[in-house]
């Protein structure tokens, strides 16, 4: 199992990259909306003395919105069709100021994220270590 981490730059196409990724069966997508930073320079008047994110931003206009959106996905092949599914919406990985995309391998899983690409069945609840070993095993 991984999560997928996906930093989109343009919070406005969040919705159809959120449809491409149910398109290829991933459900459970989290969306957060954030003010990110590529450089420290671009927050700056964002941020109070403490370096947090202000108050004051949020009723301002002109504030640097980014969106993040999270999943959970039964293999490796499904987070490379994932990122695939990206590309043509946000633009080329490698062009700047578009979106940022990584797959981190998950130790353990509790809960249910709906229905598991490929099994028909609910994505699940962790299982005996052995079921565990044998799911990362199957992942790569």
Sequence with gaps: MFLLVLMLDNPDLLDRVMQ???DLGIRGIYMIEGAGCREPEE????RGPTGLLSFAS???GGHLCHGLLLAAVDSLAVAQQA???VEPISGPWA?????MM????VAAFWGVAGPAVG????AGAVG???QEAGRRRDAI
């Excluded at 062009?95 to 979106?99: D, I, V």
């Design 43 to 46: 927050c700056a008047r964002e």
């Design 128 to 130: 005996s270590p052995e």
């Design 95 to 99: 062009k700047p100021r578009t979106a």
């Design 20 to 22: 491409a990724w149910f």
């Design 119 to 122: 099994s028909g069945g609910p």
């Design 83 to 85: 990122a695939a599914a």
């Design 102 to 105: 990584f797959a981190l391998p």
């Design 58 to 60: 949020l009723l301002g």
